[in-house]
């Protein structure tokens, strides 16, 4: 039987605006000049800053950032930006306003944005400057030192919710290798992308690792990965490392043999197509089951004796084994065949195979039951319970290990 991870809680951290004084105490700008035609380009610069408490800063000019106004008598140069750059990735942007020969002394500034842990810098100051224009070629000097404050917010952190690697559909924290599943958490993505079919390794910057192995990736957001678990031989906890633009963050999962999840119309209904082989179906060789009216499309209750087609993840080994990151050549049964119940009542299973990557059909008659809700549910058995346990589905977080009733976990079937 595999050993179950112990449920961590991995919390993210609350990220804060933090404001920091600082100082400004040897500015030294040599900053060449390109002539054109029109104007005078301050192209490049050069200087350091201290930052007591943050770092040492270099200081540059963006090139045709500032100008000279040829019009004035005296010349008038306008520097516009200064980057001061802590290392290769963070820095902030220095916003000012005019310089020229005859103006020394405080001038105001702005911070607006950075890089890397300054992204969302702000902040403003003042710099004491003394502007040297030489008279023949050569380069402008500024020199000065200056005080302001630096507001910044940290970049967004990837965090993983609390037992939030699971099967797709479901909740609890266990999954079958080669299966869909789903990783919740926050700041997972910067943005939303799916694939194009084509079971891309990285997507919208995101990657997946399960047990060192890469996973393949169906559609990224901020706040859910759904990735195809990578095939392992592996039964127990295994570690999970997921890469995003926004760090790196790791969690563990219980890998298995089999964890079977159906495929959901919401959170309380399955997703169930009742065969019309006549075609008379809202959707000609079907109808879709469900409460009259309960959604955008045409649903309706199924009666006993009707079959229906149900789907789902994690329900095991294959007689054609399909590996990960592939589609399926044929449909392929499963070894084991689910015992299926609605309402309590056993069903019979006509058909239980894989028919595409990770998802499973299953061809089941109803019984009779009341009408109303019935509950649903699927049960695999293992043939050895010492290899494997006995996993029940449906979205429940303590499934018996030796497949009895689920707790709390019931989702369900509209029957007429």
Do not use: H
């Not at 400004?24 to 930052?51: E, H, K, Q, R």
């Not at 750059?85 to 220095?94: C, E, G, P």
């Not at 300054?118 to 710099?127: E, L, P, R, V």
């Not at 563990?252 to 179906?281: H, N």
Request: proline share 8%; hydrophobic share 40%.
């Amino acid at each position: 039987m595999p050993v179950r991870c112990l449920a961590l809680a991995l919390f993210a951290t609350t990220v804060f605006a933090q404001t920091t004084a600082f100082t400004i105490t040897n500015l030294n700008l040599s900053l060449s000049v390109a002539n054109n035609t029109y104007t005078n380009y301050l192209t490049a610069g050069s200087g350091t800053a201290v930052f007591p408490g943050i770092g040492n800063a270099t200081i540059s000019v963006p090139a045709f950032s500032s100008t000279r106004d040829r019009g004035l008598t005296c010349g008038n140069y306008v520097l516009m930006n200064l980057n001061f750059a802590f290392n290769a990735k963070d820095s902030i942007n220095v916003a000012l306003n005019s310089l020229s020969a005859a103006l020394v002394g405080a001038q105001p500034f702005n911070v607006t944005g950075g890089t890397g842990a300054y992204a969302n810098a702000g902040g403003s100051g003042t710099m004491t400057l003394a502007v040297a224009i030489p008279t023949g070629v050569g380069p402008v000097i500024v020199t000065g030192s200056g005080s302001g404050t630096l507001t910044s917010t940290p970049a967004a952190v990837a965090a993983i919710a609390p037992e939030g690697i699971v099967p797709l559909y479901s909740s609890v924290p266990i999954i079958q290798p080669g299966s869909w599943i789903s990783i919740y958490g926050t700041n997972l993505a910067n943005t939303t992308a799916v694939w194009n079919g084509d079971f891309p390794k990285t997507l919208g910057g995101v990657s997946v690792l399960i047990d060192n192995k890469p996973g393949y990736l169906w559609y990224v957001s901020p706040g859910l990965i759904n990735v195809q678990a990578p095939d392992d031989n592996i039964q127990g906890c295994v570690n999970v490392t997921v890469t995003t633009p926004n760090g790196t963050v790791n969690s563990q999962v219980t890998l298995q043999p089999q964890q079977p999840s159906f495929s959901l119309l919401s959170g309380k209904y399955v997703v169930a197509e009742i065969l019309t082989p006549d075609g008379s179906g809202a959707f000609g060789s079907y109808d879709l089951a469900g409460p009259v009216g309960a959604f955008a499309f045409k649903t309706r209750p199924v009666k006993a004796g009707e079959t229906i087609v149900l789907y789902g993840v994690g329900f095991g080994a294959t007689a054609t084994k399909v590996a990960a990151g592939q589609f399926p050549a044929a449909p392929t049964p499963t070894l084991l065949v689910p015992n299926i119940t609605i309402g309590g009542v056993t069903a019979q299973v006509q058909y239980s195979g894989l028919i595409g990557p990770g998802l499973y059909q299953m061809n089941v008659v109803v019984p009779q039951v009341p009408s109303g809700d019935q509950p649903i549910v699927a049960t695999l058995f293992a043939p050895n319970p010492l290899l494997f346990s006995a996993d029940a589905t449906q979205n429940c977080k303590d499934p018996d290990p030796q497949g009895a009733a689920p707790v709390n976990c019931a989702v369900y079937l509209p029957v007429q």
